[in-house]
């Protein structure tokens, strides 16, 4: 049985939760409160020496980093791809989610709604939403045109980029005019296997 070492409302560890649940493997959770620093403990480090959550434990073995753990679990199931064209696509949608959704969307909301720092951080929030708000709008327009990211199937690429879009207004962002991403946010949730951040 794999163990995830996670903290709760972490829109990269909620990934690989609801990956597994709806793939059906059984996976033990254990809790790291990075608001105490629990992942910057020597313990921790040795199984991730950068210091970050989420870490799949396979085995023996530990892999850190959420998208490589989401990729190493959809290998030979329904929710990666056949077609290596669409599997390239595949990464590109990840890493845009890394890249470009993930620093500024998932960095606000942790400011705002965990940590309670937001007044810490006014200036760096001013440009972070801005750029939040750019990775949407290419989010939005691209599923004007498409039921998923990935040839047109449910795939670990909307795992990654649900996360953190699905709890976006905790962070302040108003989503009511991405009406593309108001339907593929309900076409997720509608996934059979479908499970929610706060209870899983």
Not at 65 to 72: C, D, Q
Not at 87 to 100: D, K, P, R, T, V
Not at 165 to 189: K, M, P, Y
Request: hydrophobic fraction near 40%; include cysteine; glycine fraction near 6%.
């Amino acid at each position: 049985m794999h163990t995830l070492y996670q903290f709760q409302s972490s829109g990269n560890c909620y990934k690989l939760r609801l990956a597994m649940h709806q793939l059906g493997i059984p996976f033990h959770k254990v809790e790291v409160d990075i608001l105490q620093k629990q992942s910057r403990t020597p313990e921790f480090l040795a199984m991730n020496p950068n210091g970050r959550i989420p870490v799949l434990k396979v085995g023996e073995r530990y892999l850190p980093e959420s998208n490589a753990a989401l990729w190493y679990l959809a290998q030979g199931s329904a929710l990666m791809p056949t077609d290596s064209f669409a599997q390239a696509q595949l990464l590109q949608w990840m890493f845009f989610e890394q890249y470009s959704h993930e620093p500024n969307i998932a960095t606000i909301r942790y400011w705002v709604h965990i940590a309670n720092t937001a007044d810490q951080f006014e200036q760096e929030i001013e440009a972070k939403r801005k750029a939040g708000y750019a990775a949407l709008r290419v989010m939005d327009t691209h599923l004007a045109g498409n039921p998923y990211l990935v040839a047109g199937q449910y795939s670990i690429a909307d795992i990654a980029l649900y996360a953190y879009t699905h709890v976006a207004a905790e962070g302040g962002f108003d989503l009511s005019s991405f009406t593309h991403i108001a339907r593929w946010l309900s076409d997720i949730e509608a996934q059979p296997g479908y499970i929610n951040m706060a209870n899983s």
